[in-house]
Every structure is written in C-alpha cells, then in structure tokens.
C-alpha cells in the first residue's frame, strides 16, 4: 500500500528554470493538496483540489500553478523558479478528515 | 485569518514522564482536530484525531478537547526517546466542503534517556 508517492524526493534548479513536481496516491481520495514547509513557517497550503476537475488556491499560491490530472494525480508546477520557493513540498490526501502525506520534495533554487 | 497557536519549545522531558503539548484555534465553529507527528527530515504522520469534548485515548496518547476555551491538548505518558519529534496541532476549519487543515508550526519535544 503506497498511500501519496511523490516525486523526485531531491531537485536542484536555477532561477528562472521550471518544473513540475509530481503526486499520486492510490487510496481513492477526492481530496488533494499541495504545502510547503519553511523552517518557523509551519505548514502552508499552495493550492488544494477538493474533487476531481477542480482546483484552488491556497494561503500562499503564487508562483505556483497545479493540475488535476484525475482522481490519483495532482502537480504542482513552478513556471520560473525563484529563490524564494526554496522549501520543502509535501503532496497530501484527503476523504474528508485527516490528511495522508507524502515523503516531500526538496526544493532548492540557486 | 483562521489561526491555530502552539508554543514552539523545545519542550524537554525526561525519560517515563509526561509530555504536555497545547494548541489554541481562533476559529470558534472548527469541529475537527489532529495531532501529527513529524520526525527531523520526514513528512507529518496523523498521530491522535478528536472531534468532541472531553478526552480520547489510544495507547500512550492521550488528546483532550474544550471547544468552549478553543482549546486541544496532546499527552503523551511514559515518553520515550522514540517520541522525539516535532507535533504539529491541525484543524479544520468551520465552513465549506473542502476539508482543508490549518496547522500550528509545531512544538517540538525532546524526550532525555
């Protein structure tokens, strides 16, 4: 049982470089989201996907666009990298209440 | 701004004792509650839910509620160095279908041998 798989684990990129960061989770949730973590920040939502074929904004969402792509997969990408977007990314699921969580992707942009 | 408050910490206990983690929510119509667990350079882990007043217990864990003092605790009984990790309060929010969670940022315990 794999629950919300993530990937890469680790990506370095250069400002102004983009990239999609990819989530799946294979526990029929209709819910998805996308944090990031910053060190004395907590947890802040990116975007949130509360059923397939919807999407919307969260705390903290610009710079950031995201893709529902089906029931399963939700993206996240960044269109031109900034510094500011180094952080740590968690993927998580929902049905409802308590979320499930990904492993977290390692963002640096230098 | 739906907020949730936890103090930061470090909080240190010794080994076998009591741990006592605190949350406080803004948002008076909230109805759900999570406690996570997130070791140093992992993702959060649901450890204790609760969705009415009083105490629930599951093992070692213990969460308390008071929706009237918007309030949510964590006690953790016989820590042990294994329990070290930063505790991350989550809500959600009264309002909508989106379920999505508000976090605390954390307190992070230290359980000494």
């Known amino acids: 049982n794999a629950g919300v798989t993530q990937t890469p684990k680790f990506q370095v990129l250069k400002t102004g470089q983009s990239m999609t960061l990819q989530c799946a989770q294979d526990?029929?949730?209709?819910?998805m989201y996308w944090y990031r973590q910053d060190p004395g920040m907590g947890l802040r939502l990116i975007y949130y996907?509360?059923?397939?074929?919807?999407?919307d904004k969260g705390e903290v969402p610009n710079g950031y666009n995201v893709s529902r792509l089906n029931k399963r997969e939700f993206s996240l990408r960044l269109e031109s990298a900034a510094p500011s977007q180094t952080s740590v990314y968690f993927c998580?699921?929902?049905?409802?209440?308590?979320?499930?969580f990904g492993q977290g992707t390692r963002l640096t942009v230098v | 701004q739906k907020e949730v408050e936890q103090n930061s910490g470090p909080l240190s206990v010794p080994e076998g004792a009591i741990a006592s983690l605190n949350c406080t929510y803004s948002?008076?119509?909230?109805?759900?509650f999570f406690w996570y667990r997130q070791y140093s350079g992992k993702s959060p882990e649901l450890i204790m839910s609760?969705?009415?007043?009083g105490d629930k217990e599951d093992g070692r864990f213990t969460a308390q509620l008071n929706k009237a003092s918007q309030y949510v605790s964590l006690l953790i009984r016989d820590s042990q160095p294994s329990d070290s990790a930063t505790y991350l309060c989550?809500?959600?929010?009264?309002?909508?279908?989106?379920?999505?969670?508000?976090f605390g940022k954390g307190t992070l315990l230290t359980v000494n041998p």
């Open positions: 948002d008076r119509g909230s109805q759900s």
């Open positions: 526990m029929n949730h209709n819910s």
């Open positions: 996907s509360a059923s397939e074929g919807t999407t």
């Open positions: 998580a699921s929902s049905d409802r209440q308590a979320h499930v």
């Open positions: 609760i969705y009415s007043n």
């Open positions: 989550a809500v959600i929010n009264s309002g909508g279908s989106n379920y999505k969670l508000t």
